[in-house]
């Protein structure tokens, strides 16, 4: 961008920041904070316009005050029309805080915070299928969070029409719940008094242990309490 450029750009971003301090309630309020982020963008500023986007979703979903005081001067279209942008910049900031995290956990489950943020706000949405399982294998491959991968595997299989996750989402499932139960055997085997005992899995919620070695033998039930 060549400096006449650029210094066009800043002058358009003073301009939109001000008429949203300036009036807050301007019924275009939504385009000119889209305008602010997409400036800082340009700018080269990037994790700047991200925020801004953020901020778009915060301040103008469809349950946000701004949107609800709005709603009886605009049509439902308005309404649709102006939540669809809160939810693309949402999920525009949630890819990107992904794309950036390079493998920092924090940022990780930071991007992972905000594709639930979508989901539970825009569920119905064509996108909410592919962004559900991303969800899924994030905590499943990356954060090795396997309760909360199992729960968002299951919500693919079973919740939505689309389909061509529904059988590897299943069997997913399945294995994040053996990994989560199993490491629980693993945490019952270092700090309980069965720290010797051979235990194996026999359900979700019931484990046998046979016990040997130092502890008294004989055969046990221990439940697992979630």
């Known amino acids: 961008m060549d400096p006449q450029d650029r210094r066009f750009v800043r002058d358009s971003l003073y301009v939109y920041r001000r008429l949203l301090e300036i009036f807050p309630n301007y019924v275009r309020a939504p385009w000119v904070q889209k305008q602010v982020a997409d400036n800082l963008q340009r ?48 999920l525009e900031a949630a890819k990107y805080t992904y794309a950036q995290a390079g ?35 994030i905590y499943d ?13 299951l919500r693919v299989s079973r919740e939505y029409d689309q389909d061509s996750y529904r059988q590897v989402a ?3 499932a399945v294995l994040a719940k053996f990994i989560a139960l199993q490491s629980q055997v693993n ?9 010797v005992a051979d235990i ?8 046998s242990a046979t016990s040997n070695g130092t502890v008294a033998s004989g055969n046990y039930s221990v439940s697992v309490l979630s």
Not at 143 to 152: G, R, V
Not at 187 to 195: A, Q
């Open 43 to 90: 700018l080269g500023e990037t994790e700047e316009g991200f925020r801004a986007y953020e901020a778009l979703f915060v301040h103008y979903n469809r349950t946000a005050p701004w949107t609800k005081v709005k709603a009886s001067e605009f049509s439902p279209e308005r309404v649709e029309e102006i939540d669809s942008l809160a939810a693309y910049c949402l």
């Open 103 to 137: 493998g920092n956990l924090t940022k990780v489950r930071e991007a992972a915070d905000k594709f639930n943020c979508y989901l539970d706000h825009y569920a119905q949405r064509k996108e909410a299928y592919e962004i559900n399982m991303k969800l899924a294998t």
């Open 141 to 153: 491959k990356e954060l090795h969070n396997y309760d909360a991968a199992w729960e968002e595997y």
């Open 170 to 172: 299943a069997y997913q």
């Open 187 to 195: 945490l019952m085997k270092r700090e309980s008094s069965f720290n």
């Open 200 to 207: 194996s899995v026999s359900d979700d919620t019931v484990l």
